[in-house]
T-cell receptor, first 113, second 114 residues
Framework: EAGVTQFPSHSVIEKGQTVTLRCDPI?????LYWYRRVMGKEIKFLLH????????ESGMPNNRFLAERTGGTYSTLKVQPAELEDSGVYFC???????????FGSGTQLSVL | AQKITQTQPGMFVQEKEAVTLDCTYD???????LFWYKQPSSGEMIFLIY??????QNATEGRYSLNFQKARKSANLVISASQLGDSAMYFC???????????FGTGTRLLVSP
């Protein structure tokens, strides 16, 4: 069984540019989550999808962040325009429909210069 | 509000010895779950162990055990017989909604030496 896949593994962009992160959850996992770790700080929840619906987006920092999960499969997280403080590691996680432990991807290291 | 505190930014242990990674938590909710994740250099977050607030016994998973002291609000991870491959970042986390929407600590970096 393939794990949670995130692309790209690293992204370096300039302030003001747009970046799109992608997450492919484990097949059959209806629950999909985005988390973020800013340098030296805690990993923080961003949002939770159940299939294609946003169940909880209370952790999204501001309206420069847009998450989608069309068709209830893969998800994208777009940052537009990127700011310096957006730098960090963005993790995606998924879990089964009946809930259960989260399986995390390897993360995308985003650097905004 | 929920909060996880990991006071050890780094820990060193020799191979084959046991090590305890500290985790304390703060919550007013009687129902919660506590987790430990391992993050090796590859970046992936690997689930290690889970303890429910109503579980009577401490959780164990192979060489990992969770020393759950509810009154002290602590959930320390004990790794027995450390191996070189245990070198990684370790995160303690908590959830009030089953396994969802985790609150993480800042992590402890463990280095196992030969």
């Amino acid at each position: 069984e393939a794990g949670v896949t995130q692309f790209p593994s690293h992204s370096v962009i300039e302030k003001g540019q747009t970046v799109t992160l992608r997450c492919d959850p484990i097949s059959g996992h209806d629950n999909l989550y985005w988390y973020r770790r800013v340098m030296g700080k805690e990993i923080k929840f961003l949002l939770h999808f159940v299939k294609e619906s946003k169940q909880d987006e209370s952790g999204m920092p501001n309206n420069r962040f847009l998450a989608e999960r069309t068709g209830g499969t893969y998800s994208t997280l777009k940052v537009q325009p990127a700011e310096l403080e957006d730098s960090g590691v963005y993790f995606c996680a998924s879990s089964r429909p009946e809930k259960g432990k989260l399986f995390f991807g390897s993360g995308t290291q985003l650097s905004v210069l | 509000a929920q909060k996880i505190t990991q006071t050890q930014p780094g820990m060193f242990v020799q191979e084959k010895e046991a090590v305890t990674l500290d985790c304390t938590y703060d919550t007013s909710d009687p129902s919660y779950g506590l987790f430990w994740y391992k993050q090796p250099s590859s970046g992936e977050m690997i689930f290690l162990i889970y303890q429910g607030s109503y579980d009577q016994q401490n959780a164990t998973e192979g060489r990992y055990s969770l020393n759950f002291q509810k009154a002290r609000k602590s959930a320390n991870l004990v790794i027995s017989a450390s191996q070189l491959g245990d070198s990684a970042m370790y995160f303690c986390a908590m959830s009030h909604t089953g396994f969802q929407k985790l609150v993480f600590g800042t992590g402890t970096r463990l280095l196992v030496s030969p």
